[in-house]
């Protein structure tokens, strides 16, 4: 009898071995596709929500809601029944992909952990910016709750975003256990202290924080009050609007300590996979800031804004696969027998 934590081999033919690997690549390459196809979505959906939010569309198809105007295709259109309407189709087309996606998911990959959760924040995030955005339409919401809105779109995001990169670990993982005939095999390296655990854990709350001041600071209309780069250049005389661009820029400023502080650990330690994926969030985090100062010196163009928030999305989705990549992964997992 072999114990929990024990990789156990068998014996098999490697002709049998390969002969049984194609279809599980087979497989896996149409499950990358399907993974990254519905993360692709949900970010085309947010971007679109986004656009409706900086351009004041969302009561471009009245106060209905799913329909139209009263309609599914709306008679009279304007700019801002095309961006609402276009919003909304795009919902409809990621829905059956996202909801495919999360089942097969759930049927092939339910067993680890990371999978789980990453079809729960898929899903319940993807419901959560629905049940938002009809209230958006149906009420005037406010705003704390417009707010709450990109960090619900963004949670879908980050869960469709992980459950793709869980499940290339998996089939990964389970080839190549497979091909050299072992049953048990674990999706990561514990190659990192429970301190850095702990650190790239808080790392990514810290950036939904960030991420909720930056769009409570747009929702308020804060942040068009000011030109100066990169701090305000306008003074507290302006009062409660000043103090909240102020802790947006701070809060931003201490994300990127965090992840410089982060990388000399990594690097010390020579955990590179952990560098790498350091070094691209500090990158993307110099760019925001930059999106940050086109915002200001275009007068917060939509352009500029898609930027600014792309990027952002790219930010939280890099922290939270640093998180994942962080976390212990102390029990084995077990791979179809082969042979």
Request: charged share 15%; glycine share 10%.
């Amino acid at each position: 009898m072999s114990g929990m934590g024990e990789v156990v081999s068998f014996p098999g033919r490697a002709s049998e071995v390969a002969s049984a690997s194609r279809p599980i690549r087979s497989g896996a390459r149409i499950i990358r596709v399907l993974a990254w196809t519905a993360a692709a979505l949900i970010l085309v959906v947010n971007l679109l929500g986004y656009t409706d939010t900086v351009t004041g569309s969302a009561l471009g198809c009245g106060r209905d809601w799913p329909l139209c105007n009263g309609a599914l295709i709306p008679s009279v259109w304007t700019r801002a029944t095309v961006i609402e309407w276009t919003h909304r189709l795009s919902v409809l087309v990621a829905g059956p992909v996202v909801l495919v996606w999360a089942a097969l998911a759930w049927i092939r990959y339910r067993a680890w952990w990371e999978a789980r959760l990453g079809v729960v924040m898929m899903v319940g995030g993807v419901l959560g910016e629905g049940a938002l955005g009809a209230l958006a339409v149906m009420f005037v919401n406010p705003d704390w709750v417009m707010a709450l809105h990109l960090g619900v779109a963004l949670l879908a995001l980050v869960g469709t975003y992980l459950l793709a990169v869980t499940s290339g670990w998996v089939e990964r993982r389970r080839a190549e256990a497979k091909d050299i005939g072992l049953r048990a095999f674990a999706l990561r390296a514990n190659d990192s202290s429970d301190a850095l655990h702990l650190s790239t854990f808080l790392l990514v709350v810290y950036g939904f924080i960030a991420i909720y001041v930056g769009a409570y600071v747009a929702s308020t209309g804060a942040g068009a009050m000011f030109q100066g780069w990169p701090l305000p250049s306008e003074g507290s005389a302006v009062g409660r609007a000043f103090w909240l661009d102020v802790a947006h820029r701070s809060i931003a400023l201490g994300l990127l300590v965090w992840l410089a502080t982060l990388w000399m650990v990594y690097h010390h330690r020579g955990l590179r996979d952990m560098r790498r994926l350091t070094t691209v969030a500090l990158v993307l985090v110099v760019l925001q800031a930059y999106s940050g100062w086109l915002l200001l010196v275009t007068h917060l163009s939509v352009p500029a804004f898609l930027i600014h928030v792309t990027i952002v999305s790219c930010i939280i989705c890099c922290l939270s696969h640093l998180a994942l990549r962080a976390w212990p992964d102390r029990r084995p997992r077990l791979a179809a027998k082969a042979g």
